[in-house]
Nanobody, 113 residues
Framework: QVRLVESGGGLVQPGGSLRLTCAAS???????MGWYRQAPGKQRELVAT???????NYADSVKGRFTISRENAKNLVYLQMKSLKPEDTAVYYC????????WGQGTQVTVSS
């Protein structure tokens, strides 16, 4: 069982930055982690993933603007978001791939002036 708790969402102006944090329980260092998002009326989509070995993958829409990282000693995974756009507005979910998927409750990110 893996429990995930996201934090760090909020309201930010276009061009601004936010850092999301996901706190995980379980054998964290061996788990591949990811961030997904879901905008109103749209399907949940991949934002970024990071393997247990630190390899990363990004959606084309966020490449060069978002950075995923992890701190295994603290069971944390981060999503640093820069140059935010209104189309980044969504609920952001942390995901753990540990044989099956585990999800956090989500954190709202709103990009608006």
């Amino acid at each position: 069982q893996v429990r995930l708790v996201e934090s760090g969402g909020g309201l930010v102006q276009p061009g601004g930055s936010l850092r999301l944090t996901c706190a995980a329980s379980g054998t964290f260092a061996r788990i591949n982690m990811g961030w997904y998002r879901q905008a109103p009326g749209k399907q949940r989509e991949l934002v970024a993933t990071i393997t247990s070995g630190g390899n990363t993958n990004y959606a084309d829409s966020v490449k060069g603007r978002f950075t995923i990282s992890r701190e295994n000693a603290k069971n944390l995974v981060y999503l640093q978001m820069k140059s935010l756009k209104p189309e980044d507005t969504a609920v952001y979910y942390c995901n753990a791939d540990a044989g099956r998927s585990f999800w956090g409750q989500g954190t709202q990110v709103t990009v608006s002036s």
